[in-house]
């Protein structure tokens, strides 16, 4: 665990996570060789973990617009798409689909998926990545309709963390 008071954390182009005290990184590989993060952030207070929960959510609300300006500035295809997917109490889920920019994201066709769930003064945000296999293929084969079981999941591992603290 990281004391990050004062850094902003970037998830990716579109949302940040402002106002953390700590930072827990634990990464994941799947069987398929793709790797996930489960992220936790505490704060403070619950209110500064409410903003930064509310901050994330509009980021990733306007994430197709802004992928597709960080695009038009790289001279690429606008192909960004992106969508909230499911939605719980004090959680939700979203997935971009787009021709990516290099920098945090790899410069190829890619699907991104980005899960945050908020509770007292925490915050757990999982993401990965699905990349194109090769040209012109499409980007990876996982079902977003997954999604409400992966925020219930998040949710209660959230609070089974929040009560053992």
């Known amino acids: ?47 500064a973990a ?15 617009a802004t ?11 606008l192909d960004a798409v992106s969508q909230q997917t499911a939605s719980a109490t004090d959680a939700a889920a979203f997935e971009r689909t787009w021709t990516g920019v290099e920098g945090i994201s790899a410069p190829v066709e890619q699907t991104n998926h980005l899960y945050v769930a908020a509770h007292g003064m925490s915050l757990l945000v ?3 990545d699905e990349l194109a296999t ?21 949710t209660n591992l959230l609070a089974a963390q929040v009560g053992t603290h």
């Open 67 to 77: 992928s597709r300006a960080l695009q038009s500035t790289n001279h690429l295809t």
């Open 126 to 128: 999982l993401h990965f």
């Open 1 to 47: 665990m990281r004391e990050v008071t004062g850094h902003d954390i970037e998830l990716n182009e579109c949302a940040t996570v402002h106002g953390a005290a700590t930072w827990q990184q634990q990464p994941y590989l799947s069987g398929s060789g793709s790797p996930a993060v489960l992220e936790t952030y505490t704060f403070g207070t619950q209110a």
């Open 134 to 154: 090769g040209q012109g293929a499409p980007a990876g084969p996982y079902d977003a309709h997954q999604d409400p079981s992966v925020l219930s999941l998040l």
């Open 50 to 64: 409410d903003a930064a929960y509310a901050q994330v959510n509009s980021g990733m609300s306007t994430c197709q």
